[in-house]
């Protein structure tokens, strides 16, 4: 059973990982149960290599009797116990993105028209860039417009100011559509967790720059997108979504380019969305999606 978003009832998100053992599954929804809270959804994956526990569930209060606090009280004990690491939210609570982009606007455009379409279920609270290209685009969507504008010189003033506008706009999510700027160890380190980039390459190959170019001399028979998280590590983030389209000899590296834009575009909204509706956790390198 789902409760829509119309649900007269206070929904929430519980995403939590701890070490795996006989049990977890039954003394988590167990202490739900006990506090009175009403389940809708469980999702949970094992890893057998991590030896990792990870879990999603639904729940509202739609049960007399269920206080939030209190529950979240006994949750500690239990993460204590457990090695628990967990989060939860409200299903209502819209995050906040912060857009960055150079001067190529295919992933922006669908973002933003998946925002206005009210698929996206976060507020885009900016768009920043090192070009002007994009501010009509951005203007015309009603969305805030920030020209930071980049050298080798004044990089790090340039990322202290990205950093600002996230703090004062209270981000939750940078997304990197296509922002063709190396971010600093630094502030990669800051905000951790919360940033995604859309790589136009089938990660782990062809990193760095020009991809296709690399793709066509090697006559691959894939071409791919990935959207992963940022690390200082370049383009070896965690990776959440891939897209691939077939191509053969014959195609060209325009062709690919072309191709490209497409299943960029789609791999970073579906990460974006998949980050948005709290369905990812993180395990070391490695992602589950639930």
Do not use: W
């Amino acid at each position: 059973m789902n409760v829509d978003n119309q649900s007269p009832f206070n929904q929430y998100i519980l995403k939590l990982i701890c070490p795996d053992r006989l049990g977890v599954m039954a003394r988590v929804t167990g202490e739900l149960f006990k506090q009175g809270a009403f389940i809708n959804n469980v999702q949970h994956y094992a890893d057998p290599d991590k030896q990792l526990f990870n879990m999603r569930i639904e729940y509202d209060d739609r049960t007399v009797g269920f206080n939030d606090l209190k529950f979240r009280e006994s949750l500690n004990n239990l993460a204590n116990e457990l090695e628990m690491t967990y989060q939860i939210r409200k299903s209502t609570y819209r995050p906040k993105i912060l857009i960055a982009v150079s001067k190529e606007e295919h992933c922006l455009n669908l973002l933003l028209t998946k925002f206005k379409a009210g698929v996206l279920k976060a507020d885009i609270v900016g768009v920043v860039s090192n070009h002007q290209v994009c501010r009509e685009f951005v203007e015309f969507h009603g969305i805030e417009f920030h020209h930071l504008p980049i050298t080798k010189e004044t990089k790090a003033e340039q990322e202290a100011k990205l950093f600002e506008i996230m703090q004062q706009n209270d981000v939750d999510l940078l997304v990197l559509a296509r922002y063709m700027q190396i971010l600093s160890d630094d502030l990669c380190k800051k905000i951790e967790g919360k940033a995604i980039n859309i790589h136009h390459s089938f990660l782990p190959g062809f990193k760095g720059a020009n991809p296709y170019q690399q793709a066509h001399d090697r006559g691959v028979k894939i071409i791919g997108a990935t959207a992963h998280y940022v690390t200082a590590d370049l383009d070896e983030g965690p990776i959440i979504v891939q897209e691939v389209k077939p191509v053969d000899h014959a195609t060209t590296v325009k062709d690919m380019k072309e191709i490209g834009h497409d299943i960029e575009a789609t791999a970073l909204a579906r990460a974006v969305r998949f980050h948005v509706e709290d369905r990812i956790l993180l395990n070391d390198e490695r992602t589950v999606i639930l």
